[in-house]
């Protein structure tokens, strides 16, 4: 992809951790919203995670653009050498129901 950093490849098990971490609410320890981790050859990945993760106002349907940065904020606290790309969006689940996704690498300088 044009434009994009280069990353370092980190073992999948590792960004694993971080991502649990990420999609695991605060007082909710025990429950991850994080359905899979994805992979790229590049380096970067995409977190896919449950909608439940977003605590959405009555009568919204979408998680709001603040949001969304406040998710890319927690990302960067957790790890400042963390590049989050811009575009985010909905896909299927595993099993099939709706999801999120972001994704992700590690700076790799």
């Known amino acids: 992809m044009e434009g994009l950093p280069e990353f370092q490849h980190?073992?999948?098990e590792l960004v694993l951790t971080?991502?649990?971490e990420i999609f695991t609410l605060e007082g909710?320890?025990?429950?991850?919203?994080?359905?899979?981790l994805?992979?790229?050859p590049d380096g970067h990945f995409r977190a896919i995670f449950r909608p439940s993760y977003f605590v959405l106002p009555e009568g919204q349907t979408q998680p709001s653009k603040s949001?969304?940065?406040s998710l890319k904020k927690k990302m960067k606290r957790h790890n400042p050498r963390v590049f989050?790309?811009?575009e985010h969006g909905e896909v299927p689940c595993e099993?099939?129901?709706r999801c999120y996704y972001v994704d992700f690498g590690f700076f790799a300088h």
């Open 10 to 12: 980190r073992p999948h």
């Open 18 to 20: 971080y991502a649990r």
């Open 28 to 36: 909710d320890r025990r429950i991850t919203h994080l359905d899979r």
């Open 38 to 40: 994805i992979a790229y």
């Open 67 to 69: 949001q969304w940065n």
């Open 84 to 86: 989050i790309f811009k």
């Open 95 to 97: 099993d099939g129901s």
